[in-house]
């Protein structure tokens, strides 16, 4: 297993993959809109893992000169609970912190509640905030 910024050869496997877990339900999920914007906005900020070349994982950070956020934290099915996403999640983590970053934050949705196990593992705890979005389209 091998995990580094994704490159362009990447495309169709990422996206496969997002949309098997990601299934769009709004234009500001949908994989290759996803893709597209963050490939104009700070794209060594997107790691994949591949095996023999196919992508099975994926993390998007973003650093805004503030907070660092995580997104899109993935593994393909078949693959989980071998510490791929641990390994994406501290490839994300040290690429973000080289950028000056002090504070990390990532949203799960409520209802997927047992990836918090997975966060808290690795150092991430859960803060009382309330967490509001608004969609600009
Ligand atoms: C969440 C996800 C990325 C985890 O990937 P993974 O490669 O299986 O994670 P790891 O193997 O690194 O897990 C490390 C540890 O986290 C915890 N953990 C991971 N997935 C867990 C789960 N579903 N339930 C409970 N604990 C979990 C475990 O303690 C695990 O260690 P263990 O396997 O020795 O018990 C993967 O399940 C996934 O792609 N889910 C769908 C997308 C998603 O929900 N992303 C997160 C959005 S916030």
């Given at each position: 297993m091998e995990i580094r910024p994704y490159q362009d050869q990447d495309k169709a496997g990422l996206l496969a993959l997002w949309e098997e877990i990601f299934p769009a339900g709004s234009p500001h999920n949908d994989p290759q809109t996803s893709l597209e914007n963050k490939l104009r906005v700070d794209r060594d900020l997107l790691f994949v893992a591949l095996i023999d070349d196919v992508v099975i994982g994926s993390v998007m950070g973003g650093y805004d000169g503030h907070r660092g956020w995580i997104y899109s934290l993935a593994v393909s099915p078949p693959l989980r609970r071998q510490g791929i996403a641990s390994a994406l999640m501290h490839t994300i983590e040290e690429k973000i912190k080289s950028l000056g970053c002090l504070k990390l934050n990532l949203q799960v949705i409520?209802?997927?509640?047992?990836?918090i196990d997975l966060y808290e593992e690795l150092g991430f705890s859960v803060e009382d905030r309330i967490s509001m979005g608004k969609k600009l389209y």
């Amino acid at each position: 297993m091998e995990i580094r910024p994704y490159q362009d050869q990447d495309k169709a496997g990422l996206l496969a993959l997002w949309e098997e877990i990601f299934p769009a339900g709004s234009p500001h999920n949908d994989p290759q809109t996803s893709l597209e914007n963050k490939l104009r906005v700070d794209r060594d900020l997107l790691f994949v893992a591949l095996i023999d070349d196919v992508v099975i994982g994926s993390v998007m950070g973003g650093y805004d000169g503030h907070r660092g956020w995580i997104y899109s934290l993935a593994v393909s099915p078949p693959l989980r609970r071998q510490g791929i996403a641990s390994a994406l999640m501290h490839t994300i983590e040290e690429k973000i912190k080289s950028l000056g970053c002090l504070k990390l934050n990532l949203q799960v949705i409520a209802s997927n509640d047992k990836v918090i196990d997975l966060y808290e593992e690795l150092g991430f705890s859960v803060e009382d905030r309330i967490s509001m979005g608004k969609k600009l389209y």
